[in-house]
């Protein structure tokens, strides 16, 4: 089972194809609040935070 289902789900891989898609769209907003997306995230090293925070314009953590 996947650790951190938000990271590498079918709904990121829709917004990766298709970022202004109904599902990509929704897949954005969701990771504003996403306890699974924040887990992930926090996990990652510096550098690779920076690289999502400029790639999906996020700012939260």
């Known amino acids: 089972?996947?650790?951190y289902k938000?990271?590498?789900?079918p709904m990121r891989q829709k917004?990766?194809?298709k970022p202004n898609s109904f599902v990509?769209?929704?897949w954005r907003w969701h990771?504003?609040?996403c306890i699974g997306w924040k887990r992930y995230f926090n996990s990652l090293p510096a550098?690779?935070?920076e690289t999502l925070r400029?790639?999906?314009r996020f700012?939260?953590?």
């Open 1 to 3: 089972m996947e650790k």
């Open 24 to 26: 990509g769209r929704f």
């Open 54 to 56: 400029l790639k999906y």
């Open 6 to 9: 938000c990271a590498h789900g």
């Open 31 to 33: 990771i504003d609040f």
């Open 47 to 49: 550098s690779e935070k």
């Open 15 to 17: 917004y990766e194809q």
């Open 59 to 61: 700012a939260k953590y």
